[in-house]
């Protein structure tokens, strides 16, 4: 799998991990290590759109991602003059425009819990976002 590195000692369950963040299946959690552990290799995936802070009647912090993959694809014809002219500052996706929209919901005791909002499923699979960009834990990696 492109999001993974064999440089890297991989925590456990890594690839399954990862494909649970990226499905959203069903609600589920971790730990605020394990958040801290596995989230970085999401950064290709999800893209930090805002955060709503704690209230008295809702005693968390919900950070709001939206897929990278959100914006509109290009047009064919265009990425390719670009490439020829080794201009590929932004990299495009040519996959149909990604809706997909979800929170972690971050506890007091620092727990997080993964929910998916809207637009599921992806328009795309994951090995699709591994080859679009990089994540955060393989970058630091090469
Ligand atoms: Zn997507």
């Given at each position: 799998m492109p999001g993974i590195s064999t440089l890297l000692v991989n925590p456990p369950g890594i690839t399954q991990h990862r494909q649970n963040l990226f499905e959203l299946h069903t609600?589920?959690?971790l730990s605020s290590r394990d958040h801290a552990t596995i989230w970085p290799y999401m950064s290709n995936v999800w893209s930090f759109k805002n955060k709503n802070l704690p209230t008295a009647t809702a005693p968390y912090t919900d950070h709001h991602y939206h897929c990278r993959l959100r914006r509109a694809p290009d047009?064919?014809?265009a990425l390719r003059a670009r490439i020829n002219?080794?201009?590929v500052n932004g990299r495009k996706h040519e996959?149909?425009?990604c809706n997909c929209?979800?929170?972690?919901r971050e506890y007091v005791d620092g727990?997080?819990?993964y929910i998916a909002i809207s637009g599921f499923l992806h328009t795309h699979?994951?090995?699709y976002?591994?080859?679009d960009k990089i994540n955060e834990v393989v970058k630091q990696a090469v």
């Open positions: 609600k589920f959690s047009v064919p014809k002219n080794r201009n996959v149909t425009k929209t979800m929170k972690v727990r997080r819990e699979d994951l090995d976002s591994d080859l």
